[in-house]
């Protein structure tokens, strides 16, 4: 069973940027969309954003639209969330996952083979 493996995280400055990995592991992404969601303390999983197997199409929730971009490398198998201008309400565990349908972008119950997810601090 593949799982996702999330790295890169960490205490950063708030202005400041990041880059989270998502790799594979026990398989590939091989022809699925892939996800990044986060949860901050005390607050449901939220959805990211996402991009397609084949990194044409992306999709963003409006809280970091413009300020973080997902993009991946087929050849390395991963993914990736880069985060700029981070501020501290970006601060969450942030998790990859594999897309099951297309009905189901934006909530995690479109996903499976979460990973146990990378701690993001932005401090102000």
Known sequence: ???????????????GSLRLSCAASGGTFSGYTMGWFRQAPGKEREFVGAISWSGISTWYAD???GRFTVSRDNAKNTVYLRMDSLKPEDTAVY??????S?????????????GQGTQVTVSS
């Open 1 to 15: 069973q593949v799982q996702a493996v999330e790295s890169g995280g960490g205490p950063v400055q708030a202005g």
């Open 63 to 65: 809280s970091v639209k």
């Open 95 to 100: 998790y990859c996952a594999r897309r099951l």
């Open 102 to 114: 297309s009905r189901g972008t934006y909530v995690e119950e479109g996903y499976d083979c979460w």
